[in-house]
């Protein structure tokens, strides 16, 4: 019997939460941020990981209480610590953008954060590692370009303008001009200015 209380009692705090978190959403859609902040913030404090996420973006945009990125980066990291791919995305842009660059632990940290959500199919996160592979002091240009091509998929046009540029330059593949042009052309199609540029 105590088991079986045990349980009702886990499946009724999930339940409220999930019901916390949609009322949540709701009430941002309706343009009452206070109260969605409010209903995010009661279901993140039981450990719901979407309500954690949504608190963070609350908190990172300012809606329905005071702009703060150390909050919005405290909540992003509760969520990514339950494996919420968003804000594995978010946590490590933090960790990368907020830290000093020198922090060698954090900076690793982000990495792999980052390379969990574009496994998760985060076009974000896989467009930010395309990028960030092929920028590095030491670019793993091979490594970049398949995130690139994997954010391009994704429908992501600036990504598929990067490919574009990979394919021009031989950066991480054989060099190839017509592959290039078919890149430039879909990112172009896309409404990507800097496609249109390349391509004239």
């Keep these: 019997l105590e088991e079986a209380a045990f349980q009702l009692q886990q499946i009724f705090r999930?339940?409220?939460?999930?019901?916390?978190?949609?009322?949540g959403i709701e009430s941002m859609r309706a343009g009452h941020y206070r109260v969605a902040y409010t209903?995010?913030?009661l279901a993140a404090d039981r450990g719901y990981s979407k309500a954690q996420f949504n608190v963070g973006l609350c908190y990172e945009h300012g809606r329905g209480t005071e702009k703060d990125l150390e909050k919005a980066a405290f909540y992003y990291y509760?969520?990514?610590s339950s494996r919420h791919p968003?804000?594995?995305?978010?946590?490590?842009?933090?960790?990368?953008?907020?830290?000093?660059?020198n922090e060698w632990d954090g900076h690793q940290k982000a990495v792999t954060l980052l390379e969990q959500a574009a496994t998760a199919g985060i076009t974000e996160a896989q467009a930010y590692?395309?990028?960030?592979?092929?920028?590095?002091?030491?670019?793993?240009?091979?490594?970049?370009?398949?995130?690139?091509?994997?954010?391009?998929?994704?429908?992501d046009a600036q990504?598929?303008?990067h490919?574009?540029?990979?394919?021009e330059k031989g950066l991480g593949v054989q060099q190839n001009?017509?592959?290039?042009?078919?890149?430039?052309?879909q990112s172009a199609a896309a409404g990507n200015r800097n496609a249109r540029e390349r391509l004239r």
């Design 14 to 23: 999930i339940d409220i939460s999930i019901a916390l978190n949609i009322l």
């Design 39 to 41: 209903c995010f913030k």
């Design 78 to 80: 509760h969520a990514a």
């Design 86 to 101: 968003m804000a594995q995305y978010r946590y490590a842009r933090y960790l990368l953008c907020h830290r000093p660059e």
């Design 129 to 155: 590692l395309g990028v960030f592979y092929m920028r590095g002091l030491q670019p793993k240009e091979k490594r970049g370009l398949k995130y690139l091509l994997l954010a391009a998929k994704n429908g």
């Design 159 to 161: 990504s598929r303008y």
């Design 163 to 167: 490919v574009g540029v990979c394919y």
């Design 177 to 185: 001009l017509a592959e290039a042009m078919k890149h430039y052309r």
